[in-house]
């Protein structure tokens, strides 16, 4: 064992010499006597060991790595004198590196008891502060150290570490240019300022921190590796891979550089090369969930699907961390499976209810694997092949115990698709309505108090969840409308009298009639249920209830008087859109300038964050109007992705704004506002906004340029504008059908709704429309009121959008798009390296007419 010298590195991590650290605690004149020790030293005639003797050779032992011997010492010294805070502060670390957090906490917490002025303490105290999470603590033990020895680099590091996971970026990157003027060249500061810079949204600063962090360590792999990745966000993606293959020169085991070249040959479409550069990454570390991840990202992109999600499957088995869910989630979007594969059923179920994306993106995949069940196809089929003729429970289940009613009660997949978002699909739906025309007869059934089994009624509850986020959009004939009339009105009379309400009448009614138009509901909320029933009295009742009481609550910001923005309130009143159940989950929030440089690298828009004398970004408040907010799934997507975010959000509807306001209290944001105004006359307010985001809104206005004009009176300058439009191009289909709505009459009221629903899927007209039915607005009550029947819709072509954007004098920033659209125009229009020219992106979308069927969703910017 190599005895530690005056000029070694101390062993408490303070980065200081010995002699100016802890060699301190040797001027203690305490003696300790260990009996073993003591014998061999009196045999020889040697005077007994002093304390400063017994910790100089437990320090050697602990710098050594000989942390049970160093131990064992520091222990024998504290048997003799209690309060040497040297002893405790250097057990605590040797607890620290044992992975016991807590135990070190509290023994160099007795170290500083006895030593308040013991800045090593205080700094070793922040780490382990840091390690459990507690970093509010952690930071203050870090200021302590640094007010006792201001010239602690590392410390001022660890503190920029700490104020980083609190997400203070600002004070983070102040903290790392201290320790900078401390240690100019400490490489592995200048790569976590080069961090924190690229979390921050100024990756040109960030490249130019890990830049000057290999200037100081040539053979610092891990900056490299960030330096790809900055590069890689930046569209430099032949310059990434070649950072990235100088990480792995230095490192050919570095597992993170394998993963990250990997995304950077995806992202130049070599999917072979990316997904060899994952396995490498796996070959070195068969944990790593992230690896996994983008492997199955890979796989997907080459219609490798199975592969894709037994990838993915092995990563959540390895983490569950919400990137990786996201991912998952992200990797089923949308897709349809034409078979089965291992597990795959319950994940989607997870992903649907938790959910790890918006339910509604995740139907698709649920509906096929649902419609795939072997039971549940068998009473599909009997549904689809009766149609319209109706069949009773016993008919279309099967006895009680057979295998597809057991399927339909039993599939937990089916349920929380039902109970999450609205089924999509016209066979499922189909089923589904005879269904509940099957719990109508058993409800009304001579039986005086029909019951159910527990798990028939749980699948009666939660399609009576979906009749009512679908706004009871399903097909009802007149004897079916007579008989649930009849029994709604015996639900009434019961709770009128204050009688008990048979479980099974409560469940149909619902499946009919929202419950929250009963009399009395309110009497059945403090009641015991079944847990599936007590759910649907809160999805039908309780969070109703709420809404009305914000009705009075919302402030009017301006009148609404403009012709057309009435008739478009009176129907966002009667049908707000879109009814929702849960949301994306909210990702960690960024700064604008960050959030535009991810979804648009490519965009040449100047950055809207203010910066101060030093170069660091000013922690202002982000000022954000929403202006037509709907219920609120806007607003809070907008709330939780920006940082310092204050959300205005309008909206002619009251309704709509109140079950905004109800999912945002569910949510715990406390940074939105909501009001009831009108675009039109919103000029008049005296409120500027650094964002101003309506999409889908302008072009249901009688005028949407003087609309788009309103709102960009109320921009402030260089702020940035995100809008929405219909494209002529990829309309065709909705004006289609919106012509045979026209020529047959149908009017906006939902028996009319229903009965045309039910014709465009007529065998005569389903082939027609086939567009139409696969579309996910068709299949729910204000959806498709806002798809085929709506009172004003304007269309838009690039070159019209092109020529509004020069009469307003706005910059065109980028389109909001799937990346793969963004490479096929890349291909087809290499010299267009912005991706910002209209006439390009028109000729584009005349050969690509589905290109923006989800509107032409772009951001625009204010010159400054």
Same mark, same amino acid.
């Given at each position: 064992?190599?005895?530690?010298s005056?000029?070694?590195?101390c062993?408490?991590?303070? *980065?200081?010499?010995?002699?100016?650290?802890?060699?301190?605690?040797?001027?203690?004149?305490?003696?300790?006597?260990?009996?073993? !020790?003591?014998?061999?030293? #009196?045999a020889?005639?040697?005077?007994?060991?002093?304390?400063?003797?017994?910790?100089?050779?437990?320090?050697?032992?602990h710098?050594?790595?000989?942390?049970?011997?160093?131990?064992?010492?520091?222990?024998?010294i504290?048997?003799?004198?209690?309060?040497?805070?040297?002893?405790?502060?250097?057990?605590?670390?040797?607890?620290?590196?044992?992975?016991?957090?807590?135990?070190?906490?509290?023994?160099? *917490?007795?170290?500083?008891?006895?030593?308040?002025?013991?800045?090593?303490?205080?700094?070793?105290?922040?780490?382990?502060?840091?390690?459990?999470?507690?970093?509010?603590?952690?930071?203050?033990?870090?200021?302590?150290?640094?007010?006792?020895?201001?010239?602690f680099a590392?410390?001022?590091?660890?503190?920029?570490?700490?104020?980083?996971?609190?997400?203070?970026?600002?004070?983070?990157?102040?903290?790392?240019?201290?320790?900078?003027?401390?240690k100019?060249?400490?490489?592995?500061?200048?790569?976590?300022?080069?961090?924190?810079l690229?979390e921050?949204?100024t990756?040109?600063?960030?490249?130019?921190?890990? #830049?000057?962090?290999?200037?100081?360590?040539?053979d610092?792999?891990?900056?490299?590796c960030?330096?790809?990745?900055?590069?890689?966000t930046?569209?430099?993606?032949?310059?990434?891979?070649?950072?990235?293959?100088?990480?792995?020169?230095?490192?050919?085991?570095?597992?993170?550089?394998?993963?990250?070249?990997?995304?950077?040959?995806?992202?130049?479409?070599?999917?072979?090369?990316?997904i060899?550069?994952?396995?490498?990454?796996?070959?070195?570390?068969?944990?790593?969930?992230?690896a996994c991840?983008?492997?199955?990202?890979?796989?997907?992109?080459q219609?490798k699907?199975?592969?894709?999600?037994?990838?993915?499957?092995?990563?959540?088995?390895?983490r569950?961390?919400?990137?990786?869910?996201?991912?998952?989630?992200?990797?089923?979007?949308?897709?349809?499976?034409?078979?089965?594969i291992?597990?795959?059923?319950?994940?989607?179920?997870?992903?649907?209810?938790?959910?790890?994306?918006?339910?509604?993106?995740?139907?698709?995949?649920?509906i096929?694997l649902?419609k795939?069940?072997?039971?549940?196809?068998?009473?599909?089929?009997?549904?689809?092949?009766?149609?319209?003729?109706?069949?009773?429970?016993?008919?279309?289940?099967?006895?009680?115990?057979?295998?597809?009613?057991?399927?339909i009660?039993?599939?937990?997949?089916?349920?929380?698709?039902?109970?999450?978002t609205?089924v999509?699909?016209?066979?499922?739906e189909?089923?589904?309505?005879?269904?509940?025309?099957?719990?109508?007869?058993?409800?009304?059934?001579?039986?005086?108090?029909p019951v159910?089994?527990?798990r028939?009624?749980?699948?009666?509850c939660?399609?009576?969840?979906?009749?009512?986020?679908?706004?009871?959009i399903?097909?009802c004939?007149?004897?079916e409308?007579?008989?649930?009339?009849l029994?709604?009105?015996?639900?009434?009379?019961?709770?009128?009298?204050?009688?008990?309400?048979?479980?099974?009448?409560?469940?149909?009614?619902?499946?009919?009639?929202?419950?929250?138009a009963?009399p009395?509901?309110?009497?059945?909320?403090?009641?015991?249920?079944?847990?599936?029933?007590?759910?649907?009295?809160?999805?039908?009742a309780?969070?109703?209830l709420?809404?009305?009481?914000?009705?009075?609550?919302?402030?009017?910001?301006?009148?609404?008087?403009?012709?057309t923005?009435?008739l478009?309130?009176?129907?966002?009143?009667?049908?707000?859109y879109?009814?929702?159940?849960?949301?994306?989950?909210?990702?960690?929030?960024?700064?604008?300038?960050?959030?535009?440089?991810?979804r648009?690298?490519?965009?040449q828009?100047?950055?809207?964050?203010p910066?101060?004398?030093?170069?660091?970004?000013?922690?202002?408040?982000l000022?954000?109007l929403i202006?037509?907010?709907?219920? *609120?799934?806007?607003?809070?997507?907008t709330?939780q992705r920006?940082?310092?975010?204050?959300?205005l959000a309008?909206?002619?509807?009251?309704?709509?704004?109140?079950?905004?306001?109800?999912?945002?209290?569910?949510?715990?944001?406390?940074?939105?506002?909501?009001?009831?105004?009108?675009?039109?006359?919103?000029?008049?307010?005296?409120?500027?906004?650094?964002?101003?985001?309506?999409?889908?809104?302008?072009?249901?206005?009688?005028?949407?340029?003087?609309?788009?004009r309103q709102?960009?009176?109320?921009?402030?300058?260089?702020?940035f504008?995100?809008?929405?439009?219909?494209?002529?191009?990829?309309?065709q289909?909705?004006?289609?059908?919106?012509?045979f709505?026209?020529?047959?009459?149908?009017?906006?009221?939902?028996?009319?709704i229903?009965?045309?629903?039910q014709?465009?899927?007529?065998?005569e007209?389903?082939? !027609?429309?086939?567009?139409?039915?696969?579309?996910?607005?068709?299949?729910?009550?204000s959806?498709?009121?806002?798809?085929?029947?709506?009172?004003?819709?304007h #269309?838009y072509?690039?070159?019209?959008?092109?020529?509004?954007?020069?009469?307003?004098?706005?910059?065109f920033?980028?389109?909001?798009?799937?990346?793969?659209?963004?490479?096929?125009?890349?291909?087809?229009?290499?010299?267009d390296?912005?991706?910002?020219?209209?006439?390009?992106?028109?000729?584009?979308?005349?050969?690509?007419?589905?290109?923006?069927?989800g509107?032409?969703q772009?951001?625009?910017?204010?010159?400054?």
């Open positions: 064992m190599k005895k530690i005056r000029n070694d590195p062993p408490c991590n303070s *980065g200081r010499k010995y002699k100016h650290c802890c060699q301190q605690f040797e001027e203690t004149s305490t003696t300790l006597t260990v009996a073993t !020790r003591l014998v061999n030293r #009196r020889k005639g040697l005077p007994d060991p002093s304390i400063p003797e017994y910790f100089q050779t437990a320090i050697g032992y710098q050594a790595g000989n942390l049970p011997w160093a131990e064992a010492i520091y222990r024998q504290l048997q003799a004198a209690p309060d040497h805070p040297g002893a405790l502060h250097f057990l605590g670390l040797i607890a620290r590196q044992m992975g016991k957090n807590e135990i070190a906490i509290e023994l160099i *917490g007795k170290a500083l008891a006895f030593k308040p002025d013991y800045a090593e303490a205080h700094s070793n105290l922040g780490n382990a502060l840091k390690d459990q999470g507690r970093l509010e603590e952690a930071v203050a033990s870090y200021r302590k150290a640094l007010s006792l020895a201001p010239g590392e410390v001022y590091a660890n503190l920029g570490n700490a104020l980083k996971g609190q997400g203070k970026l600002d004070e983070a990157i102040a903290s790392y240019r201290k320790a900078l003027t401390l100019p060249d400490f490489a592995e500061i200048h790569c976590l300022l080069g961090n924190a690229n921050q949204g990756p040109d600063e960030a490249i130019a921190s890990y #830049r000057s962090a290999l200037t100081h360590k040539t610092f792999a891990e900056a490299y960030n330096l790809g990745n900055v590069l890689n930046q569209g430099r993606l032949n310059e990434a891979i070649i950072s990235f293959s100088k990480a792995l020169q230095l490192k050919p085991h570095f597992a993170e550089a394998h993963s990250n070249l990997g995304n950077a040959l995806r992202e130049q479409g070599k999917l072979d090369e990316s060899a550069s994952y396995r490498n990454a796996l070959s070195h570390r068969p944990d790593y969930a992230e991840s983008n492997l199955g990202n890979a796989l997907r992109e219609g699907l199975d592969e894709a999600i037994t990838s993915y499957q092995r990563a959540l088995q390895i569950e961390s919400p990137e990786i869910k996201s991912g998952f989630a992200q990797c089923i979007k949308n897709i349809y499976f034409t078979h089965e291992p597990d795959i059923r319950f994940l989607v179920a997870r992903a649907i209810s938790e959910p790890w994306e918006r339910p509604a993106d995740l139907a698709n995949p649920a096929s649902v795939l069940h072997p039971g549940i196809k068998e009473c599909i089929t009997r549904a689809t092949s009766a149609w319209p003729a109706e069949l009773s429970q016993h008919e279309l289940l099967g006895p009680p115990g057979a295998f597809a009613f057991a399927s009660c039993d599939d937990v997949l089916l349920h929380r698709l039902l109970e999450n609205t999509c699909d016209m066979e499922l189909r089923f589904l309505t005879m269904a509940r025309n099957a719990l109508l007869d058993e409800a009304i059934s001579e039986k005086k108090c159910a089994e527990e028939i009624l749980a699948f009666y939660a399609l009576a969840r979906q009749c009512f986020i679908n706004e009871y399903f097909d004939s007149g004897k409308s007579t008989c649930a009339q029994l709604r009105e015996r639900v009434a009379a019961a709770l009128a009298a204050g009688s008990r309400v048979p479980v099974l009448w409560l469940v149909a009614v619902a499946a009919y009639f929202p419950l929250i009963l009395f509901i309110e009497s059945l909320l403090d009641q015991s249920w079944p847990d599936a029933v007590a759910g649907l009295l809160v999805q039908q309780r969070e109703p709420e809404e009305r009481q914000y009705r009075d609550l919302i402030p009017r910001l301006t009148p609404i008087t403009d012709e923005s009435r478009v309130q009176k129907q966002y009143e009667e049908n707000p879109p009814r929702w159940v849960k949301s994306a989950p909210g990702d960690r929030a960024i700064s604008i300038d960050a959030y535009l440089r991810e648009l690298p490519f965009s828009f100047k950055p809207m964050n910066v101060d004398k030093i170069g660091n970004k000013k922690n202002e408040t000022d954000i202006a037509g907010c709907g219920t *609120g799934q806007h607003s809070i997507a709330a920006y940082q310092n975010a204050k959300v309008v909206d002619l509807s009251l309704t709509s704004l109140c079950y905004a306001k109800r999912k945002t209290r569910e949510a715990g944001l406390g940074n939105i506002e909501y009001a009831q105004a009108d675009i039109m006359a919103l000029g008049s307010t005296e409120r500027r906004f650094d964002i101003i985001e309506s999409v889908g809104v302008l072009h249901h206005l009688a005028d949407p340029i003087a609309g788009w709102l960009l009176s109320l921009l402030r300058p260089g702020g504008m995100r809008l929405g439009f219909y494209s002529e191009y990829a309309r289909n909705e004006t289609a059908a919106q012509n709505v026209i020529g047959h009459g149908y009017r906006p009221v939902p028996e009319d229903r009965r045309c629903r014709d465009l899927m007529s065998m007209n389903a082939a !027609r429309f086939k567009q139409i039915l696969s579309a996910r607005d068709f299949y729910g009550m959806e498709c009121r806002d798809l085929l029947f709506h009172v004003q819709e #269309r072509t690039l070159p019209q959008l092109k020529k509004s954007l020069k009469e307003l004098n706005l910059v920033v980028g389109f909001s798009l799937d990346p793969g659209v963004i490479n096929q125009y890349a291909v087809r229009f290499p010299a390296q912005s991706h910002t020219d209209l006439d390009s992106w028109h000729l584009f979308e005349t050969a690509n007419p589905d290109t923006f069927t509107m032409y772009f951001w625009v910017q204010r010159h400054g």
